[in-house]
């Protein structure tokens, strides 16, 4: 029998961002949900905004608010995780877009303005639904898997490295990954491409099973809910030399176990 869910989350502004006195502009949403049937649905977000858009911190806040708000209303009215097609993605992303240009219009801005990235998840008991517009990734592990850890989409850039697809912009569902599985998830990561250099290996296409090893390991042994101590500790991960060594973007992790406690 799995273990509740134990979940922390955490982002760090990078070190390029500081020196352009720019705030970080990641942003995170994890929460436990309840269906009305008594199923708990780990849900989790991560976006990035958009280094060139002048209000990407706000683009990425809202990108993750929004898509929580969207999953919670879906189980609330007696959905369930399967029931997050390709085709209800399409629509949240819509009216995401249609949010930010309300936004925009307001503030005398252009929705560009307000880019950002998603990488989401939603877990259930024995199905779960990951979605992706832009880089960024996640990457799970079960029980039965042979392979440790494994990546759900590998980030997804245009020509160039630097270049990527943002969930708010008007054509987010041509470059929409998505999946629905029916297996048990045990543990789940997230994270921005702030990471993806420590978290993937790129040469052989995997996940990085050290780095996973050593961000699940106190989070196994944590009580159920929100673990902040972790949360806290984990920021200062980010923001550590370790980190800031190898990337100067923005950080973002999202790590979830439901593992038995060891």
């Known amino acids: 029998m799995s273990a509740a869910w134990r979940y922390a989350f955490a982002s760090a502004a990078g070190t390029s961002h500081g020196r352009r006195d720019l705030p970080c502009q990641d942003a995170c949403a994890c929460r436990v949900l309840e269906s009305p049937h008594g ?14 858009a002048r209000r990407a911190a706000d683009g990425s806040a809202l990108t993750c608010s929004f898509i929580l708000g969207q999953v919670e209303a879906l189980l609330s009215t007696g959905g369930a ?14 009216g995401l877009q249609g949010e930010v240009r309300r936004r925009a219009e307001t503030e005398g801005l252009a929705p560009r303005e307000f880019a950002s990235t998603l990488v989401a998840a939603a877990v259930g008991g024995d199905r779960a639904a990951f979605w992706q517009v832009g880089d960024g990734a996640a990457v799970v592990a079960e029980t039965c898997q042979q392979a ?3 990546w759900v989409f590998w980030p ?8 990527t697809f943002f969930a708010t912009e ?3 569902a041509e470059h929409l990954e998505h ?11 997230l994270f921005s491409d702030g990471l993806q250099r420590l978290a993937l290996h790129y040469p052989t296409r995997t996940a990085h099973a050290p780095f996973f090893e050593s961000m699940f390991a106190p989070l196994r042994a944590a009580p ?10 984990l920021a200062a991960f980010l923001d550590s030399p370790r980190v800031n060594d ?7 992790l999202a790590l979830a176990t439901r593992r038995p406690v060891p």
């Open 81 to 94: 995780v399967e029931d997050i097609t390709r085709g209800r993605v399409e629509i949240w992303l819509a």
């Open 179 to 189: 999946a629905l599985v029916t297996r048990a998830i045990d543990e789940l990561a």
């Open 156 to 163: 997804l850039n245009g020509e160039y490295e630097n270049v």
């Open 148 to 150: 440790p850890f494994n």
């Open 224 to 233: 159920a809910g929100s673990c902040e101590l972790l949360a806290h500790q």
């Open 246 to 252: 190898r990337t100067d973007d923005d950080k973002t």
């Open 39 to 52: 199923e708990a649905v780990l849900v989790a977000v991560v976006a990035d905004g958009a280094g060139s």
């Open 170 to 172: 008007p054509d987010a």
